[in-house]
């Protein structure tokens, strides 16, 4: 069982940045970004497959947002930059032993406990 844990999350300013950082125990190969607000549902943010090479982003965070990852540290990146009001959420960090890079929660078998990020305007 792999486990994750995440951290970089904080309170910042409408148009400030952050790093959000993931680190699994074990390996894992497509590795994803989601979030949740407070009432809302679980939604996707991004995913990167185990070689970098297929990555997608949610329409609403492309262009400001980029995931990368560092396989010989078994973990992933998620660089947030012109952060807005509307990013603020539980993000949670998520891995599977497939390669296909989904972008339904359900696909996912490891999770982290999730890191709050807070946008005030």
Not at 32 to 39: K, M, Y
Not at 73 to 101: H, I, W
Request: proline share 2%.
């Amino acid at each position: 069982q792999v486990q994750l844990i995440e951290s970089g999350g904080g309170l910042v300013q409408a148009g400030d940045s952050l790093r959000l950082s993931c680190a699994a125990s074990g390996r894992t190969y497509a590795m994803a970004w989601f979030r949740q607000a407070p009432g809302k549902e679980r939604e996707f943010v991004a995913v990167i497959s185990w070689g970098g090479n297929s990555i997608y982003y949610a329409d609403s965070v492309k262009g400001r947002f980029t995931i990368s990852r560092d396989n010989a540290k078994n973990a992933v990146f998620l660089q947030m930059n012109s952060l807005k009001p509307e990013d603020t959420a539980v993000y949670y960090c998520a891995g599977r032993d497939s390669n296909k890079p989904d972008t339904s929660s359900n696909a996912y078998s490891y999770w982290g406990q999730g890191t709050q990020v807070t946008v005030s305007s």
